[in-house]
């Protein structure tokens, strides 16, 4: 398959939803007002609108290697400031996947360049569960423990960003949930991480704002 295959494929799919929602894009382009935001992994097996039944417009994706929240990563920050102060959001999905490649890179020993740095936050988070890990029968298992456990670290992340803490203080209805996608499945686990609130948090993550006592 070539460039021009994929723009053929695309004119015939544009023409093809006018032809069954006639004004479908002159639709599309005039709002957008999506409720949830999806922060996914990379992978192209795990397309985010299909797996929720989602049309273009409902949901705000942004994706990266095993769907992480560093807390100096301006791009993924600017994601989540513009969902929520803009777009006013609802749930922020954070979904990782069994089986993630850059999840089993984290966890060996061997160097893969670059992408290795990024990958270090995973193996904070592994360091922190080593025995649980160590005891799981093989590399399968603990893979996909790892996928969930960076999941929740992630959701964590989440919550502690100055602007989910806003939205919080100032009563914006927000929630951050954790998923994990099984790709032989087909089906989102939920994880039961909410948070929905910087109750939740611990103490030392939890953010003043002006005229607040620290």
Same mark, same amino acid.
């Given at each position: 398959m070539d460039i021009e295959t994929l723009i053929d494929r695309n004119r015939a799919w544009a023409a093809s939803q006018e032809k069954d929602h006639p004004g479908y894009f002159q639709g599309l382009s005039e709002v957008q007002s999506p409720k949830f935001l999806w922060i996914g992994c990379s992978d192209s097996?795990?397309?985010a609108n299909e797996i929720?039944?989602?049309k273009p417009g409902e949901l705000f994706v942004h994706r990266n290697i095993a769907n992480i929240v560093p807390n100096a990563d301006a791009n993924c920050l600017a994601v989540i400031e513009y969902a929520?102060?803009? %777009?006013?959001? &609802?749930h922020i999905l954070v979904v990782g996947h069994l089986g993630c490649?850059?999840?089993?890179?984290a966890l060996s020993r061997k160097a893969h360049g670059p992408i290795d740095n990024w990958l270090a936050r995973i193996k904070d988070i592994a360091s922190l569960h080593a025995d649980a890990l160590a005891a799981l029968p093989d590399e399968e298992a603990r893979v996909n423990m790892m996928c969930r456990l960076n999941v929740k670290a992630q959701v964590m992340n989440v919550a502690r960003t100055s602007m989910v803490q806003a939205a919080w203080r100032r009563g914006q209805p927000l929630q951050v949930h954790g998923w994990c996608y099984g790709l &032989?499945?087909? %089906?989102? &686990?939920d994880l039961n991480c909410t948070m929905g609130g910087a109750e939740a948090l611990p103490e030392a993550f939890r953010l003043t704002f002006d005229g607040e006592d620290a």
């Open positions: 097996r795990v397309p929720v039944g989602m929520i102060n803009a %777009l006013k959001v &609802e490649g850059g999840v089993r890179a &032989e499945t087909g %089906l989102v &686990e």
